[in-house]
């Protein structure tokens, strides 16, 4: 027997608005509307208006009027459960029978509206509302259907609903085929449109008859225990989830603790310079006051003298005109003494603030507030052991050098207001140089002879270079996280920049791309248009290859990128190919301290030794063949001509200083 509209419209109303579901611990706005706790804490929350919610309030989810918190200073979390219950709904979902499940008109939610369903089409099997159930009845394809209350239908589902299951790809088909080439039950449509070449294809329900019955308990218990596991899997993960939440507060805590103590420090030498220069300015300015009213004062003295004679010149007493005459007389010479006294001793103050050079070293080399490192550890993964690095290179007997020294170029030149710190060269055939001094800022060209052709002012410090054609340079800056490329013929020009994104350091050419280290302990392949192509900064194992990569070279012959990492002491070689690059180290060579990395024309790989204070040469399979140069002062860059015949070489320990090698042949060596 279907329900009189009343107790509808009375089961309709303890149904919450929010998740259309039977009230549970109903709450009571100010407006009389009625919501599910949770539903209305959740809806409270998450409301855009909620940062103004103690001035403007936040909308009721029904009629929109503003709500305000039942207590002045509430946070909006706990405006719900203050909120007051409504008992008299509470007894109502008591006393009246409501279904737990809620169907909607299945025409109105294809017209994406959500209207309640109250009937059920036998023939369609469609959820209908009331005005879909009438339209339905008038329509001459469908005026035959048999529509059933659909509460009749939720009582009594067995003769009402009728088993199908219909296509996911194709919907409102029905499944009642099997494909047994394929192991899949379709529709009709899936049979014409993906198995139309199959053999085997039967009735579902014959195919049902022949199969074996699966095993339901053993198939529960095997799903018993597999949402066991997913729940066992699913807590450790919220566990590290709240580890990692910890952790994550805690390393922003400790940024922040390093900021504040940096700022605190600053700001500490910051009053006491103005604490000095205070001191200074009171006593110069009290001096030059002091003369200011000297000068004053004779003013007022010579005034008064000039008065005193001429009014005793026109009263006609000469006595008093000779005594007043006297005394000035005696006075001009008194103060034109002390005016020449301050005219001599007066200075002109010119205040001068020139930073400290520990300063500008201190901003060069703060690229952070301190190393930040994520590590992942996978305790279920079997690890892959990384290939060994060959032993460090065995002694050698260099009696007979493979170098000669053959010019030494000064580089300082006007204008230098530090010591010069060269961390890139390159050497053309001409004999003209061009470097980065990272300690001045500059680009410097220099000639055939030594002279200094030209110089460029950065606008910060330069570290490293490569040259993208004959005629243009791409230089990093680290510290403004970007690479600006130059012209370089007799004067140095900036024509366009490539975004970086990071500090960079290192950077060389590589076919058609740039491959560029970051001090974040990464390299990156980039287009010359600034576009990532690849980033490097795990191996194959997932650990970190870099951690502080500075230089980077190209060797052309075998295709292989050479990565020099300062504090890992170690130079990496990877496979490159097309732009990407092969994540598995092919060697790794062990040196103390390593910074410059350089390929010669043969495809030998140069290596700085800054605390071995040598330069190695070593194999292109990462053999070690000999000390090319030793006894150098913290060996920081070099690099060769085209023909690889002369190479130049910076040292921080001769920061000044540049030499020229040239590399001896064979014979000369054997007339040595």
């Known amino acids: 027997m279907a329900e009189t509209d009343d107790r509808k419209v009375l089961k309709m109303s303890l149904i919450c608005s929010i998740c259309l579901q039977k009230l549970s611990k109903p709450r009571s706005l100010p407006c009389f509307h009625t919501f599910c706790e949770s539903c209305l804490k959740n809806h409270l929350v998450n409301a855009p208006e909620r940062k103004d919610a103690t001035k403007s ?37 008591d006393i009246v029978p409501v279904s737990a499940r809620l169907e ?52 009594n589902p067995q003769p009402a609903v009728h088993e199908e299951v219909t296509c996911s790809e194709h919907h409102k088909k029905e499944v009642d085929m099997y494909c047994k080439d394929h192991e899949l039950p379709c529709c009709p449509l899936c049979i014409a449109t993906h198995h139309r070449k199959c053999e085997r294809i039967f009735q579902i329900d014959e195919v049902m008859s022949k199969m ?28 590290v989830m709240r580890g990692t939440m910890a952790q994550k507060n805690k390393v922003l805590h400790d940024i922040a603790e390093a900021k504040r103590k940096l700022l605190e420090h600053i700001e500490k030498i910051e009053a006491q310079v103005i604490a000095k220069f205070h001191a200074i300015s009171q006593t110069d300015f009290a001096i030059i006051q002091e003369q200011i009213d000297y000068c004053n004062s004779i003013q007022s003295a010579m005034h008064h003298c000039k008065s005193e004679i001429t009014s005793s010149k026109e009263q006609k007493l000469p006595k008093r005109e000779f005594i007043v005459t006297q005394q000035g007389q005696k006075k001009y010479e008194e103060c034109t ?82 010591e ?11 004999n003209k140089v061009l470097m980065a001094d990272n300690g001045n800022s500059r680009l410097k060209l220099f000639g055939e002879f030594g002279d200094l052709t030209c110089t460029y002012d950065c606008p910060n410090s ?52 740039l491959v560029v280290t970051y001090n974040t302990g990464c390299i990156r392949i980039l287009s010359l248009e600034g576009a990532v192509r690849m980033m490097v900064d795990t191996d194959y194992i997932g650990k970190r290859v870099f951690s502080n990569p500075e230089f980077v070279t190209f060797n052309p012959i075998s295709s292989r990128i050479f990565v020099s990492d300062y504090n890992n002491h170690s130079v990496t070689a990877l496979r490159y190919d097309g732009g990407k690059v092969d994540k598995t180290p092919v060697f790794v060579y062990p040196v103390s301290g390593p910074r410059a990395v350089e390929v010669d024309f043969a495809g030998d790989l140069y290596v700085c030794g800054y605390w071995s204070n040598d330069v190695h040469k070593v194999r292109d399979q990462g053999e070690f063949r000999q000390i090319l140069v030793d006894s150098l002062a913290r060996p920081l860059c070099l690099a060769f001509n085209d023909e690889g015949s002369r190479f130049a070489l910076s040292e921080q320990g001769n920061p000044n200083s540049v030499k020229i090698y040239r590399i001896i042949q064979a014979s000369e060596v054997e007339d040595i």
């Open 104 to 155: 909607f008109c299945e025409p109105c939610k294809d017209n994406k509206e959500s209207k309640i369903a109250m009937s059920w089409c036998q023939q369609c099997r469609e959820a209908l509302c009331e005005e879909c159930a009438k339209c339905h009845m008038s329509m001459k394809a469908t005026r035959e259907h048999e529509i059933t209350p659909l509460e009749n239908v939720r009582s």
């Open 337 to 418: 003494g002390g005016l020449k006294k301050i005219v001599g001793s007066s200075a002109k103050i010119n205040y001068l603030f020139e930073e400290d050079k520990q300063v500008a070293e201190t901003l060069g080399a703060l690229l952070n507030l301190g190393k930040l490192d994520v590590k992942h550890t996978y305790p279920n993964k079997k690890p892959v052991s990384p290939p060994l690095p060959p032993p460090p290179p065995p002694p050698q007997d260099d009696s007979r050098k493979a170098v000669k020294k053959t010019k030494t170029f000064n580089v300082k030149v006007k204008g230098d207001r530090r």
């Open 462 to 513: 330069p570290w490293d270079f490569t040259f993208i054609d004959k005629g243009k340079c791409a230089v990093t800056f680290p510290n403004e996280r970007k690479i600006r490329v130059f012209r370089i013929k007799e004067t140095i020009n900036e024509v366009s920049a490539i975004p970086a994104q990071r500090g960079c350091n290192g950077i060389t050419m590589a076919e058609d791309n």
């Open 212 to 239: 074996e019955a699966v095993d339901q308990k053993t198939l529960m218990k095997k799903m018993d225990r597999l949402i066991e596991d997913a729940d066992g899997v699913k807590k450790e993960r919220q566990e």
């Open 420 to 430: 010069c710190k060269i961390t890139a060269i390159k050497l053309w055939n001409n």
């Open 57 to 93: 309030g936040i909308p009721c989810p029904t009629c929109k009027v503003a709500t305000f918190a039942p207590k002045p200073t509430m946070p909006v979390e706990k405006w719900a459960e203050n909120f007051p219950v409504n008992h008299l709904v509470g007894t109502l979902i």
